[in-house]
């Protein structure tokens, strides 16, 4: 098992960056190759991005390629995204997730462990 815990939503003008963080605890963290979703009211979850176990490998949702980037620190047992050029579109909550697949994985049914969820309000 291991827990997640995300941290560092907010409320930030279009235009402004945000840096959200995925904690993780319980098993080895470099066991997991980890993803970021998000899911506004009225809309089904949706993938934005994810870095496998050595973050060597990323992918990205058209929607936020050039904008955000994901990163991880195995000794800090720690994932991140790094979110600039904000957007309107880009408000929900965000979600890390982790899975034991070798690949990165872009679909929500691969990921077995969840965080709770951090809120991003991103303001016109």
């Known amino acids: 098992q291991v827990q997640l815990v995300e941290s560092g939503g907010g409320l930030v003008q279009a235009g402004g960056s945000l840096r959200l963080s995925c904690a993780a605890s319980g098993r080895t963290f470099s066991w997991y190759g980890v993803g970021w979703f998000r899911q506004a009211p009225g809309k089904e979850r949706e993938f934005v991005a994810a870095?496998?176990?050595?973050?060597?490998?990323?992918d990205y949702a058209d929607s936020v390629k050039g904008r955000f980037t994901v990163s991880r620190d195995n000794a800090k047992n720690t994932a991140y995204l790094q979110m600039n050029s904000l957007k309107p579109e880009d408000t929900a909550v965000y979600y890390c997730a982790a899975t034991p697949s070798p690949l990165v994985a872009v679909s929500p049914s691969e990921y077995g462990y969840w965080g709770q969820g951090t809120q991003v309000t991103v303001s016109s």
């Open positions: 870095i496998s176990r050595n973050g060597l490998r990323t």
